[in-house]
Structures are given as structure tokens and as C-alpha cells.
């Protein structure tokens, strides 16, 4: 199996990522909302497709507010596509990084694992095989794939 994880995120790199990235939720929390799943799930979703549209309606919104109805805020309008369009460029970027984050961990963990299984291999064909040493080290390791009753969990 191939390695692809040949590298260390040296220590500074990962705490100063670390402080960036709480210095931008301290940032931008005080801007930013959290809905639930239901409340998500009821809202119309803008996407780049819609985009286009929202802002052509905008833009006619504020030359032809004569054809707004009178319900609609229209100053609330053009101040949620001010922010949507703040607020999608910061996205982006983090939905890419984000990404790329679990594409990483996902396989620096897989690599790990493919490791140690090879080592617990070793050890417990070592154990079988009576080899000094291997018993102990088996015995210590055998627990995580020990079969667990249903009663337990």
C-alpha cells in the first residue's frame, strides 16, 4: 500500500493554524447565526445558479421599487445579498480547506491503522510461534477485537 503521508505538520504550523482559526470565530461569531436541522431544512437555498437571479431581482428591486410590495424590505434585501456575498467568499475557501483537512486525516488514520494491524499481526503470529517477549505485548493489544456480548453493548 502506498504511503502518501510522508511529512510532519511541524508543531508551529499546527498551533499558529490552531490560533488563526480561533481568531476567526472570534471574529466572525458575532455575525453568524446557527439553525437547527428543521429550520435548515425549510429555507430556500440560494446557490451560484440562484445567485444570478437574486441579484438581477435586486438590482430591479432598487430602480423599479414601485413594483416591491410593500411587505418587502427592501433595505433588508440588498443588506442579506451584501452578506451572503461576504459571506460565500469566506465559505469557499474553508469548505476547499476543510476538504482537503479530511481527505488528509482520513488518510494519515487509514496509514496508521494499516500500521498497526501489520504490527498486531506480527506480534500475534510472534505469540503463537512462543517467541519471548510477544505474549505480553499480544495479550495488551487482543482486546480490541475482542467479541462483546450484546448485554454489554
Same mark, same amino acid.
Given at each position: 500500500?502506498?504511503?502518501?503521508?510522508?511529512?510532519?505538520?511541524?508543531?508551529?504550523?499546527?498551533?499558529?493554524?490552531?490560533?488563526?482559526?480561533?481568531?476567526?470565530?472570534?471574529?466572525?461569531?458575532?455575525?453568524?447565526?446557527?439553525?437547527?436541522?428543521?429550520?435548515?431544512?425549510?429555507?430556500?437555498?440560494?446557490?451560484?445558479?440562484?445567485?444570478?437571479?437574486?441579484?438581477?431581482?435586486?438590482?430591479?428591486?432598487?430602480?423599479?421599487?414601485?413594483?416591491?410590495?410593500?411587505?418587502?424590505?427592501?433595505?433588508?434585501?440588498?443588506?442579506?445579498?451584501?452578506?451572503?456575498?461576504?459571506?460565500? !467568499?469566506? &465559505?469557499?475557501?474553508?469548505?476547499?480547506?476543510?476538504?482537503?483537512? *479530511?481527505?488528509?486525516?482520513?488518510? %494519515?488514520?487509514?496509514? #496508521?491503522?494499516?500500521?498497526?494491524?501489520?504490527?498486531?499481526?506480527?506480534?500475534?503470529?510472534? !505469540?503463537? &510461534?512462543?517467541?519471548?517477549?510477544?505474549?505480553?505485548?499480544?495479550? *495488551?493489544?487482543?482486546?480490541?477485537? %475482542?467479541?462483546?456480548? #450484546?448485554?454489554?453493548?
Amino acid at each position: 500500500m502506498e504511503n502518501k503521508i510522508t511529512n510532519q505538520l511541524p508543531d508551529e504550523v499546527a498551533t499558529q493554524a490552531l490560533s488563526n482559526i480561533n481568531e476567526t470565530v472570534t471574529l466572525l461569531s458575532p455575525y453568524l447565526i446557527a439553525l437547527n436541522p428543521q429550520e435548515r431544512q425549510s429555507l430556500p437555498k440560494m446557490s451560484d445558479g440562484t445567485a444570478p437571479f437574486v441579484e438581477k431581482c435586486l438590482d430591479y428591486c432598487q430602480s423599479n421599487p414601485q413594483f416591491a410590495p410593500p411587505y418587502l424590505d427592501s433595505e433588508g434585501f440588498k443588506s442579506d445579498m451584501g452578506m451572503w456575498k461576504q459571506l460565500i !467568499a469566506v &465559505l469557499r475557501p474553508l469548505q476547499q480547506l476543510m476538504q482537503n483537512l *479530511d481527505d488528509t486525516t482520513t488518510e %494519515a488514520g487509514s496509514e #496508521s491503522y494499516t500500521a498497526a494491524l501489520t504490527y498486531y499481526n506480527s506480534v500475534k503470529q510472534a !505469540a503463537k &510461534l512462543s517467541v519471548p517477549g510477544s505474549k505480553a505485548i499480544y495479550e *495488551d493489544l487482543k482486546d480490541r477485537f %475482542a467479541k462483546r456480548s #450484546s448485554a454489554q453493548g
